[in-house]
């Protein structure tokens, strides 16, 4: 019950071996949708009985979530996910204690967070999988060929993608928050004073407040970027009417082939509110042909979506990727669609996961390296079992070899569930044919 809390003192109730658990999962998570409790329990490299225990404890906590359909296996919810982050934070020590929740974007949780010192910073835990499936969509570019999804993956891509942006605009003093940190599908920033400019009734200088937001939606596209939500509340504005730009993941690049339509409506916008709310309207605003002068493109360091060329390609990737699947997993008919939507979001991930992920495979062994001071039950089970995952390189062969193992022990099943259904139904042909001529070579006159 204490871990449902969301709040860095629940981070003691974990013990390192919960930890290992968790990693595990997410390990496994690159290439299956549910991780098998076999494969957990071996990647984790604890003994059988601790490792059911420690499952059956997160499950209990809704970190984890089961499934039994084919096989018995597990996944991480977003709360597992968010214990991650939280613990590579806190032992990176960005963060030292979560505070109050300060916003409900639509595709993320804002915590304000301190560090040992005292600071003041927030949190970003971004959440995609919230509001409709097509809606996301039409937003973000690079989830246009996506038919199914992993939101914890989709996540953390748009966290770094973020981070990225962040970074790069920071360092070219553009008006955003300091980026601090970041992991997995979190970012860590600096604390922007003021309010979402949708909650400003009134501005002590509307016309300049507009002159400033035109002229950062040049800057942005002088550096080859357009924010694509580029609104009210994505934009603060402090007492002294300052204004920092806020969120923007779905930026995409100037070269997009709908860069002009991007650029025209985030410029709309912003004429729009400021009629509608501050009764301003002006005649002059930026037009993406005439006032733009590129001559740095953020947008090609990043690769933000519509610049680069992977996305276009990824249908025949996702089509030959499927087809070689479903030929080994052909034997059912009818309703395995789903199956192989899941497995097709599987395999889209795996490439770009597993090398996108090496950051975190370096954080999650800085998890399991660090001695968690503050558990009190852990290490004591099993003391030997804290070194098996210490080196990068050996812990991913090992995980490749033990992966290929499971697969192929799964296949098996699989292939022997087949047979039996595929037996069972035999026979039931079998027996509806022998009825079938029953009744119709049946002894005349038998009624
Ligand atoms: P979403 O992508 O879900 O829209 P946002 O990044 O826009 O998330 O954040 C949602 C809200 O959280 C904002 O409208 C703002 O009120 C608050 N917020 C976000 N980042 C900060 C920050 N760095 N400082 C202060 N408030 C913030
Ligand atoms: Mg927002």
């Keep these: 019950k204490q871990i449902m809390k969301f709040d860095v003192e629940v981070l003691r109730y974990l013990s390192a071996h919960e930890f290992r658990v968790l990693v595990a999962v997410e390990m496994g998570m690159k290439n299956h949708e549910m991780v098998p409790t076999e494969l957990i329990e071996t990647i984790s490299g604890l003994k059988h009985a601790l490792a059911y225990r420690l499952i059956g404890n997160l499950h209990k906590h809704k970190l984890l979530s089961h499934e039994s359909k084919i096989y018995d296996g597990y996944k991480l919810t977003f709360l597992g996910y968010d214990f991650l982050a939280l613990k590579t934070f806190v032992n990176r020590g960005t963060i030292s204690g979560v505070g109050r929740k300060i916003g409900v974007g639509k595709e993320s949780d804002i915590y304000e967070v301190v560090n040992e010192n005292g600071d003041s910073m927030v949190l970003k835990l971004h959440r995609l999988g919230r509001i409709s499936f097509r809606r996301v969509k039409e937003k973000r570019d690079y989830l246009r060929h996506r038919n199914n999804t992993n939101w914890l993956y989709f996540s953390r891509l748009s966290a770094m993608r973020e981070f990225a942006y962040m970074q790069a605009l920071h360092d070219r003093n553009f008006p955003v928050p300091i980026p601090h940190d970041s992991n997995r599908h979190c970012i860590v920033m600096s604390y922007v004073p003021g309010y979402p400019m949708c909650q400003v009734r009134s501005l002590r200088n509307s016309p300049e407040i507009y002159g400033k937001l035109m002229d950062l939606i040049v800057q942005l596209a002088d550096h080859g970027l357009i924010h694509c939500d580029f609104n009210e509340f994505n934009i603060m504005v402090s007492d002294e009417d300052e204004i920092t ?10 070269d997009h082939k709908d860069a002009e339509m991007y650029f025209s409506r985030d410029v709309q916008c912003v004429r729009t509110y400021f009629e509608k709310r501050y009764h301003f309207v002006s005649d002059e605003y930026p037009t993406l042909h005439e006032d733009i002068n590129v001559h740095t493109h953020i947008d090609r360091d990043i690769e933000a979506s519509g610049y680069t060329k992977e996305e276009e390609d990824t249908d025949d990737d996702d089509a030959s990727a499927t087809a070689s699947e479903d030929e080994s997993s052909s034997g059912e008919s009818g309703d395995d669609d789903t199956e ?12 770009e996961q597993i090398s996108l992920g090496e950051t975190d495979l370096k954080s999650a062994n800085d998890l399991l390296q660090t001695k968690d001071e503050s558990s009190n039950v852990s290490n004591v089970d099993d003391p030997q079992s804290v070194s098996s995952l210490s ?10 070899e033990i992966d ?7 296949r098996e099943k699989q292939r022997r569930q087949r047979m039996r259904t595929a037996r069972k139904r035999a026979a039931r042909n079998n027996s509806r044919q022998k009825l079938a001529v029953d009744i119709q070579g049946g002894k005349p006159g038998g009624w």
């Design 245 to 254: 730009m806020i969120d923007f993941p779905q930026m995409v690049s100037i």
């Design 340 to 351: 192989s939507d899941s497995k097709r979001s599987i395999e889209d991930c795996k490439s």
């Design 391 to 400: 080196t990068q390189k050996s812990s991913d062969m090992s995980f490749r």
């Design 404 to 410: 290929m193992r499971v697969r192929k022990k799964l």
